[in-house]
DNA sequence: TGGGGTTAT
DNA sequence: ATAACCC
């Protein structure tokens, strides 16, 4: 848990929105936002890299990077190029595979849900806990005196390097709720914290705010893809097929759970703007379902089988063509338990798949944690 | 723009 | 199967 423990108390704003704790519909949702997380992932993993302007390249963007890189002018989604311009210094590593990443995000995740399993996931690096419950329990643990003092304690606070400052300003213009925020004048509010600020709260505190915390839960898809500059040969696409698919099925296999479809995406090559996929996708046969937890079997062989017939009744292989993008899709995953115990065993057992499968998920979570909170 | 993910149509 | 949205 160094990884996730790490980049929640260096990297992440924690942007909480509460309602007046006595209103009937009141809720506390906490949005955990890890910003740069791939390049904090990376500093955890090499120390070294800590204090380094430091860029996650994927293909030619660098598509996230840490502070140092920042205050240099680095942005996100900045083309390599630009930002080895901007800044020369730039230590880059390669953020292609996602593995790392996938898992430190669950552990983030996990560890929240130790607060409250309502938590919905947003991308890997965000997180909404809804902690209404929680807050309730102690409110109710608390002496009425106490009680009394935090009756008036409905905020709003944002993630400005300070957002304490700005929840003072905001008390001191009387308000204190987020009904007093939505209805404060615009004006008068871009005049006392700058017209940036005052937009972004006043949309917060209309934003999302009645809508529910959906629980994610485990994944309900995995896929795999990798850009390409040119494939135009049946023999290259089923070589990165292979690729997409074996790493795919370790993941598979590590879930525990067996997906019932696949799916094969491409991406033609265009000069248009509307650079869109396209996809085809079929059941997996029954017998080879069965076979996805044991090593002994090869289910590389048919299951390429499969998706080179989906991709022969999306590219007509006697033409010329120039793809892309490939890409691999699990989806429709069932447990084998098809009863009403359903996904949650994801949760509470372990994997049960074989020897075969060296990364189990680790389920424990240490009490320690709650205190980097 | 990458390499993911979700839900709605 | 695709679109539209999120990061």
Not at 250 to 275: A, M, W
Not at 291 to 319: A, E, H
């Amino acid at each position: 848990m160094e990884g996730a423990e790490a980049g929640v108390s260096v990297g992440s704003p924690v942007h909480d929105r509460a309602v007046p704790a006595g209103s009937p519909s009141s809720r506390v949702i906490v949005h955990v936002d890890l910003d740069c997380f791939y390049a904090q992932v990376e500093m955890i993993s090499n120390p070294e890299l800590k204090g380094k302007p430091l860029g996650v390249q994927q293909k030619y963007l660098v598509v996230t990077c840490n502070y140092e890189a920042r205050e240099l002018g680095v942005k996100k989604l900045m083309n390599v190029r630009d930002a080895k311009e901007k800044c020369p210094q730039l230590v880059l590593v390669n953020g292609e595979d996602l593995t790392r990443y996938r898992e430190i995000s669950y552990k983030v995740t996990e560890l929240l849900e130790e607060f409250s399993p309502v938590v919905e996931r947003l991308g890997f690096d965000e997180n909404f806990v809804d902690l209404s419950e929680m807050v309730e329990k102690r409110l109710q643990q608390l002496p009425s005196d106490d009680l009394s003092a935090l009756t008036v304690s409905g905020h709003v606070y944002n993630n400005q390097c300070i957002g304490y400052k700005t929840a003072k300003r905001l008390e001191a213009l009387g308000i204190s709720s987020v009904h007093d925020l939505q209805t404060f004048s615009s004006k008068i509010l871009e005049k006392e914290l700058g017209i940036s600020i005052a937009q972004r709260i006043q949309k917060l505190s209309f934003g999302e705010d009645n809508s529910p915390v959906t629980p994610s839960g485990p994944p309900q898809s995995f896929s795999e893809e990798d850009s390409l500059k040119k494939c135009s040969s049946e023999v290259e696409a089923k070589s990165k097929i292979q690729e997409l698919l074996a790493s795919l099925l370790k993941r598979v296999c590590q879930d525990g759970r067996k997906p019932h479809t696949i799916r094969l995406i491409i991406r033609r090559y265009s000069s248009e703007k509307h650079c869109s996929r396209e996809s085809r996708q079929c059941s997996i046969p029954s017998h080879i379902i069965q076979k996805f937890g044991i090593g002994s079997y090869d289910v590389m062989t048919p299951m390429v089988d499969i998706l080179m017939k989906l991709f022969r009744s999306m590219v007509n292989v006697k033409m010329p063509f120039h793809l892309t993008l490939l890409s691999v899709c699990f989806c429709n995953l069932k447990s084998l338990n098809t009863t009403k115990k359903g996904t949650i065993d994801y949760y509470l057992t372990p994997s049960l798949s074989t020897t075969s499968c060296s990364g189990k998920r680790s389920f424990k979570m240490k009490d320690t944690q709650m205190e980097d909170f």
